[in-house]
Nanobody
Framework: QLQIVESGGGLVQPGGSLRLSCAAS????????VTWFRQAPGREREGVSC????????HYADAVKGRFTISRDGANNAVYLQMNSLKPDDTAVYYC????????????????????WGQGIQVTVSS
């Protein structure tokens, strides 16, 4: 059974940092493209960052460029999202999604392309 579990969320002050983890069981995450999405109350789910299987392609939403970094950890079957200089607008439930695509350089911000999802984790940025 494929399972994805997010961890590392919580409450942080503006300007602070968090590292979200996306851990997989039942499959090898290295063979899947991974995208972090987030959804704030009253807003649509949006792509935050994605990484291809090859690792050659990463992409960031304009709102997080220069502050967030996505990376893979094959040894621990995980993908991380390092979030620095957090802002109140980053407050949302963050989701990790994984999918196998035909090209190892593919990774997308369209949630409809992903069939494997974690349950989501809350990130709250507030003083």
């Amino acid at each position: 059974q494929l399972q994805i579990v997010e961890s590392g969320g919580g409450l942080v002050q503006p300007g602070g940092s968090l590292r979200l983890s996306c851990a997989a069981s039942g499959f090898t995450l290295d063979y899947y493209a991974v995208t972090w999405f987030r959804q704030a109350p009253g807003r649509e789910r949006e792509g935050v960052s994605c990484i291809s299987v090859s690792g050659r392609r990463t992409h960031y939403a304009d709102a997080v460029k220069g502050r967030f970094t996505i990376s893979r950890d094959g040894a621990n079957n995980a993908v991380y999202l390092q979030m620095n200089s957090l802002k109140p607008d980053d407050t949302a439930v963050y989701y990790c999604a994984a999918e196998r695509f035909s090209d190892s350089d593919y990774a997308f911000f369209n949630p409809d392309f992903y069939s494997n999802w974690g349950q989501g984790i809350q990130v709250t940025v507030s003083s």
